[in-house]
């Protein structure tokens, strides 16, 4: 234990966050001590709040401070295409890397009966009243390529053909710029699984 109990509880507490371990978590809290504790104040104070405030979107489970996110209310937005992503991180990274104009469904997780993670729990009820309302054309599931998630993939995508709704999966295959011999055997599959024509250069 550090000497003093607070900061052994500030460093014990900042471990609980991903992908930091004690190393991190004390050189960060001794960062915030030694800083601006205005700033840190400030941290403390955003955090509070945004424990307290934020929600599930009662539209697609994004997080928002209000009943329904920002991206449910564009009218700018196109309705007749629903992405179903697995977290809220993949919605950020989707609306950063892609023109995607559509709207979302986050699952908050997938199917994994051994972790507890049913259907009711990734609210695909929520879901289903959306595909109900028949205003949904194509259905973009975009869930990891593991095992859990190729069969929340297919479960979603039944759902969808039930409905009468195209549903698509995203492609996986190699990245821009890596060499096929450094390519782990599972992207190589599934990029060969999912190759495409070569496009004419008149095209």
Same mark, same amino acid.
């Given at each position: 234990?550090?000497?003093?109990?607070?900061?052994?509880?500030?460093?014990?507490?900042?471990?609980l966050l991903p992908g930091i371990g004690p190393k991190s978590a004390q050189r960060i809290a001794l960062s915030l001590l030694k800083g601006d504790r205005g700033k840190?104040?400030?941290?403390?104070?955003?955090?509070?709040?945004?424990?307290?405030?934020?929600?599930?979107?009662?539209s697609c489970r994004m997080w928002t401070e209000e009943d329904e996110c920002h991206l449910c209310r564009s009218p700018r937005r196109n309705s007749q295409s629903l992405?179903?992503?697995?977290?809220?991180?993949?919605?950020?990274?989707?609306?950063?890397?892609?023109?995607?104009?559509?709207?979302?469904? =986050?699952?908050?997780? !997938?199917?994994?009966?051994?972790?507890? @993670? +049913?259907? %009711?729990?990734?609210?695909? &009820?929520?879901?289903?009243?959306?595909?109900?309302?028949?205003?949904?054309?194509?259905?973009?599931?975009?869930?990891?390529?593991?095992?859990?998630?190729?069969?929340?993939?297919?479960?979603?995508?039944?759902?969808?053909?039930?409905?009468? =709704?195209?549903?698509? !999966?995203?492609?996986?295959?190699?990245? @821009? +710029?890596? %060499?096929?011999?450094?390519? &782990?055997?599972?992207?190589?599959?599934?990029?060969?699984?999912?190759?495409?024509?070569?496009?004419?250069?008149?095209?």
């Amino acid at each position: 234990m550090l000497h003093s109990v607070l900061l052994t509880r500030l460093v014990e507490n900042l471990r609980l966050l991903p992908g930091i371990g004690p190393k991190s978590a004390q050189r960060i809290a001794l960062s915030l001590l030694k800083g601006d504790r205005g700033k840190a104040l400030n941290l403390a104070e955003v955090i509070t709040e945004a424990m307290q405030r934020l929600q599930p979107c009662r539209s697609c489970r994004m997080w928002t401070e209000e009943d329904e996110c920002h991206l449910c209310r564009s009218p700018r937005r196109n309705s007749q295409s629903l992405c179903v992503v697995e977290s809220p991180a993949d919605v950020l990274v989707i609306e950063q890397a892609t023109s995607f104009d559509g709207r979302y469904f =986050v699952l908050m997780g !997938r199917l994994s009966p051994l972790d507890g @993670m +049913g259907p %009711e729990e990734l609210g695909l &009820d929520v879901l289903a009243q959306r595909l109900a309302r028949n205003t949904i054309e194509e259905l973009i599931v975009a869930t990891s390529p593991t095992i859990e998630g190729d069969a929340t993939a297919e479960f979603i995508a039944e759902m969808a053909r039930a409905r009468g =709704v195209h549903a698509t !999966r995203i492609a996986y295959g190699v990245p @821009m +710029g890596a %060499e096929l011999e450094y390519t &782990d055997q599972t992207t190589l599959l599934y990029a060969f699984n999912g190759r495409q024509p070569v496009p004419h250069p008149e095209d």
